[in-house]
């Protein structure tokens, strides 16, 4: 699905193509809707740049309890703990 923006908001908004697809990434990412790496691949940035995005508008990485259980099995399986 590709979704059209008129031309007339676009203008309004005095945001370049690249700045608002970065706006749209960090607004469905506070929102749960899609995972950091994902947006970094849409974006075509990577992990530092996202994150450092996010850190200017004062924003945080989205990582809860079940996601560091997730980390430390991964490592425990991976011998590293």
Same mark, same amino acid.
């Given at each position: 699905?590709?979704?059209?923006?008129?031309?007339?908001?676009?203008?309004?908004?005095?945001?370049s193509?690249?700045q608002? @697809?970065?706006?749209?990434? /960090?607004?469905?990412?506070?929102?749960?809707?899609? +995972?950091?790496?994902?947006?970094?691949?849409? !974006?075509g940035?990577?992990?530092?740049?996202?994150?450092?995005?996010?850190? @200017?508008?004062?924003?945080? /990485?989205?990582?809860?309890?079940?996601?560091?259980? +997730?980390?430390?099995?991964?490592?425990?399986? !991976?011998?590293?703990?």
């Amino acid at each position: 699905m590709d979704v059209v923006i008129p031309k007339d908001i676009v203008a309004a908004t005095k945001m370049s193509e690249t700045q608002m @697809k970065l706006e749209v990434a /960090i607004m469905l990412y506070k929102q749960e809707k899609i +995972s950091s790496g994902r947006a970094c691949q849409w !974006l075509g940035i990577n992990l530092i740049e996202f994150r450092r995005e996010l850190g @200017k508008r004062g924003l945080t /990485i989205n990582y809860d309890v079940k996601d560091f259980e +997730s980390d430390l099995n991964t490592l425990r399986s !991976l011998g590293r703990l």
